[in-house]
């Protein structure tokens, strides 16, 4: 009976050693989320471009400081090298001249070069999607010169190449398309993304499962000094973090990145598996925040927003939830940010001030103890969230307690992602205030967050990202002249403007700092936190082993 | 038999027509259009570019004739492309569908072959310890929730014991052999499935133990074995094929969080992620397969009917 029983474990202990045996020359990343869309011009997300980063490049990249340096173009232009110049458009107005020169024998992933034309024809791409408000026009004057023509003046005139597209591949796919949709329909990011002539990266996609796994291998075409080590990187899609969480430790999966682990699991790891891995939980430019409609009628009344900002105290949400661990955020963009102003500050955590701004608002406690306004109203609103997300009900609840304790009623009303997006936020119809992150760009001037022409209503289709209804011309001044000044001081000094209006105004409550966790085997080196989250694989060729 | 099938399939056709329309209203009546979603990727789209793709996508049109749009075309066998991968839907749903049948196909008969037998054995020996250990671990199945059962097992097998992969698709090439794949997801299912049917086979057992036909075996000096296979068991079964061909629904559905939860892209997901990322013809076609696979249960269950009691028609009439 034991005999058997033995032969019948054997199948099951030979897969055992077998995992077991696995060489470090492949490494198997987790990512939380599924990859739909391959096409980047008909995707954002995240999940896309942490996976692409790792075989898709761009003229330009940036550091977390905000420095701009050149991945294919051989300088980055600046007004002092020639390579930008301000111009007299037509209208009368000043717009700008940026060329970048590629550097030489650039190429695809399947050999073919990459040239000026991939960069113009990925404007034009663009420009079928979404016309550009800014750039006029994207030429390819020489094999290697790229030129950008920009309608105004633009602090950024120096990231403003496209990222390429290979006119090779797509370029007839583009011309036969009906339509933009039928363009991505026909696409071969998305009917082949196996095709090598799609990647520019130290990487190719070698296989693709839909909803399954990525896989990819060195691109023997990568011009870059540094080759790849790992000679297969495969992306394995587990949604549920538990299971992700799960498939690391079994061994499963090597490796996860910033679209992995959330905080909670990241720490408890720190804990239980820290002779095996290596887990670091470090900022990155998102915040935590809540969006607060401005336009509602408890919330119109500036001291009011304050009040409740006075009364929810971040560092006990911190405490409680991350041991701690993540930053405070003081405003919506963070610290070490060109627009950052460390001695601003946000309104600190003082419940009897919140009171004392609530009674001279008129608003006396009713017979629950929720606050009444001098027309008889309760001093109720709702908070929304994406509904499903763990953490965000756990940040409710204690932001609930802590407003209760004010005579403030918060009544969360969380909502499926996508009816949030629709109606709660594009048709401005939450009811107080909503619980979100926003990730800028390093040094990204937030022009349609607060703009007062970008406030969505009815009459303009709902079109605008200035959710909040926040409509303050001095707001407005500052972040036109942060966007087109190209002097740092002068820009400097808009942006202070911006990060005190926003504090005065409140159409945002930051709450706290968004951590990227990434968790590596000991035996891996080289992987560094990115200061945008999911970036980090745009670094993979450093990636190694000890 | 014949007719009767013709029939079935007739009305499973009318079936499927008002469910497409059924599910194409109420996914037109949730918040939000394939162009929202677009848009959110894209902040500087201006009013007009949200004009252009709505009409692109047909969404600016009434929600009747859009219908019509889709199901002309869906009768000249173009389902149309996924709005969130730019793909065929079909092309994206016939491998979750096969994954899915082949995980559930496997867990569904593995539970109804235990259930049935374990429910039978209990039922023939009311009373005993083998009946008590039965219900307890019937009533420790029907109570465990699916996911959490994954996910133990998954530390029991993947995390502290290494046997088996903690999750993924059952492939070849994959280090480890392609049923390893199979064996926690299918076990989770087949745990979890057996516990109500055995208990709704033991009730069946039951019943027809007392009956007059199975009295009068026994006294004809038949053996137990016998009585209990031929008499008992088979009519006790009428009943429970209904539960079981219900059940070939339940599978598709309670697959969901199994496949969540071992990384399996089966149409579970498939059908979530469709309607949580407002992708229409997606969403449609995955609901319009489950429909099918509950049909067809349900067809089944009738010829099963048939077979085991031969004084039950397909034709409507009653045998005499």
New interface residues.
């Given amino acids: 009976m034991r005999y058997r029983l033995a032969v019948a474990l054997l ?3 030979s ?2 050693t ?3 045996a ?1 060489p470090h020359d492949t490494l198997t990343i987790g990512i939380a989320e ?1 990859i ?2 391959m ?1 980047p011009y ?4 995240l999940v896309t471009i942490h996976v692409q980063a790792a075989a898709r490049r761009s003229m330009t990249g940036i550091t977390r400081d905000g420095k701009v340096y050149c991945r294919f173009c051989t300088e980055v232009p600046s007004l002092a090298n020639g390579r930008a110049k301000i111009v007299d458009l037509p209208d009368g107005k000043q717009g700008m001249e940026v060329r970048f020169t590629l550097k030489p024998d650039l190429k695809w992933g399947d050999g073919a070069p990459l040239t000026a034309a991939d960069f113009a024809f990925a404007f034009k791409v663009g420009q079928s ?5 800014t750039i006029s026009a994207v030429e390819a004057v020489t094999p290697l010169d790229v030129v950008v023509h920009i309608k105004t003046t633009r602090y950024d005139y120096d990231r403003t190449a496209p990222v390429p597209v290979p006119e090779h591949v797509e370029g007839p796919i583009f011309a036969a398309a009906a ?3 039928d363009y ?2 026909h ?1 071969e990011f ?2 082949h993304p196996e095709n090598p002539g799609l990647w520019s990266g130290p990487y190719v996609i070698t296989e693709y ?5 990525i896989t990819m291998a060195p691109n023997k075409y990568w011009e870059g000094a540094k080759k790849p080590y790992f000679q297969k990187i495969t992306w ?5 973090t ?2 992700l969480q ?2 690391l ?4 999966i090597d490796m996860a990145g910033e679209i992995g682990l959330t905080v909670d699991q990241a720490l408890a790891l720190q804990k239980s598996a820290a002779n095996r891995f290596d887990i670091s939980i470090v900022p990155t430019l998102g915040v935590q925040q809540l969006y607060v409609k401005m336009d509602h009628p408890l919330l119109t009344d500036q001291r009011l927003r304050k009040a409740i900002a006075m009364s929810i105290d971040r560092k006990t949400i911190v405490s409680r939830l991350f041991e701690g661990k993540v930053p405070i955020a003081d405003s919506f963009i963070t610290a070490g940010e060109f627009g950052h102003d460390p001695n601003l500050g946000f309104w600190p955590y003082d419940p009897a001030g919140a009171r004392g701004l609530l009674a001279e608002a008129g608003f006396k406690p009713g017979p629950d103890g929720i606050l009444v306004s001098p027309s008889g109203e309760r001093f109720s609103i709702d908070i929304s969230a994406s509904s499903g997300n763990r953490l965000n009900d756990l940040q409710e609840q204690v932001m609930q307690s802590q407003l209760k304790a004010e005579g403030i009623e918060l009544q969360i009303k969380n909502q ?4 949030l ?3 709660g936020l ?1 048709m401005r119809k939450y009811n107080g205030l909503a619980l979100l992150s926003w990730t800028p760009f390093p040094d990204w001037v937030p022009q ?1 967050r607060f703009d007062s022409k970008q406030i969505p209503t009815e009459a ?2 709902w ?1 605008g ?1 200035n959710v909040y209804g926040v409509a303050d011309p001095a707001l407005d001044t500052a972040l036109m002249g942060a966007l087109t000044a190209l002097d740092p001081v002068p820009r400097k000094k808009y942006w202070n403007d911006i990060v005190r209006l926003v504090k005065e105004d409140l159409p945002i409550i930051p709450l706290y700092v968004l951590t990227s966790q990434i968790v590596t085997p000991k035996w891996m080196t080289g992987v560094a936190p990115p200061p945008l989250p999911g970036l980090s694989s745009g670094w993979i060729e450093e990636w190694g082993v000890k | 038999m014949g007719r009767f099938l013709i029939a079935r399939l007739a009305s499973m056709v009318v079936v499927l027509i008002a469910k497409s329309f059924v599910i194409f209203v109420l996914i037109g009546l949730m918040p939000g259009d394939p162009v929202d979603l677009l848009m959110h990727a894209n902040p500087d789209a201006r009013p007009e570019d949200v004009a252009h793709l709505r009409a692109i996508y047909g969404v600016d049109q009434p929600i009747g004739a859009r219908y019509l749009g889709w199901l002309a075309a869906a009768l000249h066998g173009d389902f149309g492309y996924s709005r969130a991968q730019h793909r065929p839907v079909l092309e994206i749903v016939l491998p979750a569908l096969g994954n899915t049948l082949l995980l559930t196909g496997t867990a569904f008969v593995l539970a109804t072959a235990i259930a049935v037998a374990l429910g039978a054995v209990a039922g023939m020996r009311r009373g005993s310890a083998v009946d008590r250990v039965i219900n307890l671990f019937a009533y420790a199945g029907i109570s465990v929730p699916s996911f959490w059962l994954g996910l133990l097992l998954i530390y029991l097998f993947a995390v502290h014991l290494g046997w088996l992969p903690a999750g993924g698709m059952p492939r070849a090439g994959q280090g480890q052999p392609a049923w390893a794949y199979l064996v926690m997801p299918v076990l989770t299912l087949v745990i979890v499935e057996i516990g109500g049917l055995a208990r709704y086979t033991r009730s069946a057992v039951l019943d027809v133990l007392g009956q007059d036909h199975v009295r009068t075996a026994h006294a004809k000096g038949l053996a137990p074995l016998r009585v209990g296979l031929r008499h008992v068991l088979r009519n006790a079964l009428i009943p429970v094929v209904t539960v079981i061909a219900l059940g070939v629904g339940h599978l598709f559905s309670g697959a969901l969080l199994v496949e969540v939860v071992f990384a399996y892209r089966g149409m579970g997901r498939l059908t979530l992620e469709a309607i949580m990322g407002n992708d229409y013809n997606l969403a449609l076609i995955c609901l319009l397969f489950t429909t099918i696979m509950i049909v067809l249960g349900s067809m089944l269950a009738d010829i099963a009917y048939a077979w085991l009691d031969p004084r039950i028609s397909l034709e409507g009439r009653a045998v005499r």
């Fill in positions: 199948p099951l202990l897969v055992a077998a995992a077991q696995a599924t739909g869309d096409n008909f995707t954002n997300a999607m979404s016309p550009s408000t339509n933009t949709v991505g329909n696409s998305n009917r499962r839909q909803g399954e796994s394995r899609m587990i949604e549920n538990a299971a799960a498939n430790l079994a061994g499963d499926p992602f996508r009816v997006l629709a109606e594009r349609i303009n289709g079109f990202n």
